[in-house]
């Protein structure tokens, strides 16, 4: 066209929109997309082999297909290239795995339910794609799924990869949202699978259930609430003591308690009913298991892993889903509409799962060369890995100490003795451990202890060494001993030196505080992987202080705050038995242990159950008064016609109210879904050739397509649970 003069030009080019339209149709035939026929006579025609459109690429990925019949049958497809095949085995047997569904992703009513697991670099692969229709009627795309048909997907899915590779697909660990649907499927399919709950899904409905009850009252009051509620929940996310979590929301109830009069009496009501909405629905043992670090433990503990390589989050599996519609397929889309579903299962199979598996391979080919070109010249050792290792030593958050350290600090040391002095502390024995550890609380230096909703800190000191303080100076400077530890340790020693107490253990270096805290993880896993009683009287005996300076000891402070009229005078007459006797018991309390058969099975459907029943509630309190004021409204019509919205509302009141009477006849109480249950033998298929086909013929019936997906935007979610 460069050579194009429009003077003496006998032709020229108009593109009409017409002309785009054949564009389009013509790349799709390219892509052996014919777009002259229906989505689902295509999908039937690349699937059979007796067709001459029959694709063995799309049928040796994929594994399992149903055509839609009939009006009540759904539509099922399900994709696992050979590259994702591999994949699970590498990095989901045996391991974790991640499973959340998405929709929108093509011009029908299909959803998107994707497994994912997480290789050596923390990056996520897709394992499995699971694709089906939403129910006729339903007019909610994302709701149009049951647990009946996650397990009848899921385990065809272990079928296939077990018929491949002659072995058991056993992924150890999976996380979901709080999805029941996901949740049930997948212990349905694997009975001793671990399931974890998204911890940012997880904070998500508790934001949205105190943004609810944090309403009407005044803003300071609000904010002290909402600022208390907050601490409250991040300590809860980082329990692995039941007892102890107990103890946390007994502590912020007794403070709301105080508060239940004036101003702050809405905010502190507010507050109590957060109280009860955790209390109630997510800290029963067995559902606390599911979401605290307990729960992370026990799945490092069986799969042989770091406590950091159990991924807390479904945040792998939502990017992916942002990048597959926002990245991948809007290169697909015709002028911005959605893909028909036949040109997205094409497109994936033979475009973007394959790109993205050819990107992992050239990636991992590309470290290999640089690892092996420069290994020579740097004595053996891997460049690359040592990069990478101090990439991540940079961005990684400090590693959280259970043990402070005792630098000597004259400014800390002055600031302890004017606490002692002042008296601002009071000392408790330990909740968890009464007689090896004590708790106290000391006021922050700013606040007037006259109010009583000033600022207190929460001090704890164990005898093994383990000690902590929530004052910000002990968080910010890496543990170094603040203050109150420091006031706390004179009185202790000071015990010590009266033979009051027995000897507690002070680190006095980084060093020593962190092979405490690395000591005290590995005998929580040790004793959450042997079932035994999990407590600190089995750590080793603390040595006494070499150099304990009995100096700087304000000892009539000391006396004060114990409540000792002795004079030292009388130490000689005191007696070593109360000590051995005292450390010689262990505490009643002790951390609720890691039990594989009482967990995997019984425990986790009882959380799902648990779960689904205070759904239905919630669901039930929401539905009642505007039905209520439904049967007034029908009372007072004197005729009705039937539209299509009345006759779907009276047969889903009918198929609600056989439920109901089901459940009601049921002595055990359970909420089995009895009508929906599928023989997980009957439900696997021949994959060289599917019911739908008949040898020697390429006869069919008529297929339905799913339902035509109208616009939706993804929305913020407001539930609670």
Known sequence: MNTFDPATANTRYLLLPSDNVTLYRKFSKRLGVNLHQAPQYNIDDWLNPESPDYKPVLHNAIFHYAARKNMEDRFEICIATPDMDAAAWKYGHCLQILLDGTFGVCSARILLFIAMAVDEHGKGVPIAFFMFSAPTGSRATHAGYNTAILRKLLNQWKLCLEEKSKKLF?????????????RGALLDVWPNIILLLCKFHLRQCWTNHRKKHLRGGSDFWNDHVRNQLYGLENELLATFDHNAALSLITSCRTMFNSLLSGESTV??????????????????????RSWSEWGRLAASVIMGKRVDGVVPTTNHLESFNAILKRKHLPVWLHSGHRLRFDSLICILITRILPGIFNLRHAQNSYADWLAARFLPHAGGKNLLEIHQQSIAQRRAPPTPLFSCWWQADINRDAEAKKILQLGRISINRGSSDPFNSYEAICPSSKADILNPYHLRYNVNIHCTGISSCSCPDSSQNNGLACKHLRAFRIVIEGWIYGRLEQPYIFPQSLAEAQAISDRHIAHLASQAQSGTSTTFNNLEPPIIPPNIPFSRIDWSAVQTLANDSTTFDDQETQTEGSISSRSSSTSSESMPVFQPESMYQSSQRRVISGQIQHLINHEICRLLPGLHGLVNLISDASELTETGNIHEFAEVLQSLTARL?????????SFSDSTEQISLAQSKTDKTQHPLFKQGSHKRGRLLAPSPERSQKRKTSHAPF
């Open 267 to 288: 905010s502190a009501t507010g507050g109590i009913k957060h109280l009860d909405y955790l209390l109630n629905y997510w800290m029963p043992l067995d559902m606390w």
């Open 170 to 182: 056993t992924p150890f660990v999976a996380i979901t949202d709080t999805d029941t649907k996901e």
């Open 661 to 669: 009477a089901a459940f009601s006849m049921t002595s055990s109480g």
